[in-house]
């Protein structure tokens, strides 16, 4: 696995440097400012970006727009920030971050979080149009379509979708829907709810079949089939 490491703090970035080397069959590359690693990500290919949010000559939200600009979909990009607010995440995440980890973490809790991108990138590419009904969404373009129609997401409806998609006409129960956002710390009241009614108003509102199902105290189902108990 090759990893683009962009971190200014030189303890954070030797401390990961070091371990994800000592485990073998790791490169990592660092970078100490956005400039160089913004330059560094788009030049070389790389497994997975941990971006740091607050770096010097160009920040980590800056980074990681030009990079998804400039065509650079399908690499995942783990955020590293100290800053643990819902509107922090969010912001990280509209930015096209894959995941977010706030600061202090474990190195384990970081490896495992890599790991999960990596695999997930990495599906073979008969897997990576995600589909369901006449529901189809593109891994690598983030472009989703019903029935032909181009449907307007938003990065935190995509992730929602996503994770809807790979488990289809299973129910998802809310606690991997908030992980999926938020990671182990989701925030305080119900703001799932505001998330998955702007996904369904996106993918159902103007279709007489509807693939998202609410299953009453558990969670959610996507599937093409009529709604279940």
């Not at 070389?44 to 160009?58: A, E, K, S, W």
């Not at 509107?87 to 973490?105: C, Q, R, S």
Request: glycine share 8%; charged share 25%; proline share 4%.
């Amino acid at each position: 696995m090759r990893l683009l490491l962009i971190e200014d703090h030189h303890d954070i970035a030797a401390n990961i440097a070091e371990s994800f080397q000592a485990r073998g069959g790791s490169v990592v590359e660092h970078a100490s400012d956005g400039e160089t690693g913004l330059q560094m990500a788009l030049g070389r290919h790389y497994d997975v970006i941990v971006l740091d949010l607050m770096l010097p000559r160009l920040d980590g939200l800056s980074l990681c727009r030009r990079l998804r600009q400039a065509g650079h979909t399908r690499v995942p990009v783990l955020m590293l920030t100290a800053k643990d607010l819902l509107a922090d995440k969010i912001e990280g995440f509209e930015a096209g971050a894959d995941d977010y980890l706030v600061k202090p973490f474990s190195l384990a809790e970081l490896d495992v979080r890599i790991k999960a991108l990596v695999r997930r990138a990495n599906l073979p590419e008969s897997a990576r149009v995600l589909g369901i009904g006449d529901l189809r969404f593109d891994l690598d373009t983030l472009e989703a379509e019903r029935g032909g129609e181009s449907l307007k997401l938003n990065p935190t409806t995509r992730r929602l979708l996503v994770l809807l998609l790979q488990n289809a006409n299973r129910v998802v129960t809310r606690a991997e829907l908030e992980r999926e956002l938020w990671g182990d710390q989701p925030p305080q009241g119900d703001f799932l709810r505001a998330h998955m009614h702007a996904l369904r108003a996106a993918i159902d509102k103007n279709f007489s079949v509807k693939l998202l199902h609410t299953i009453h105290g558990t969670g959610y189902r996507l599937s093409a089939e009529p709604s279940r108990p």
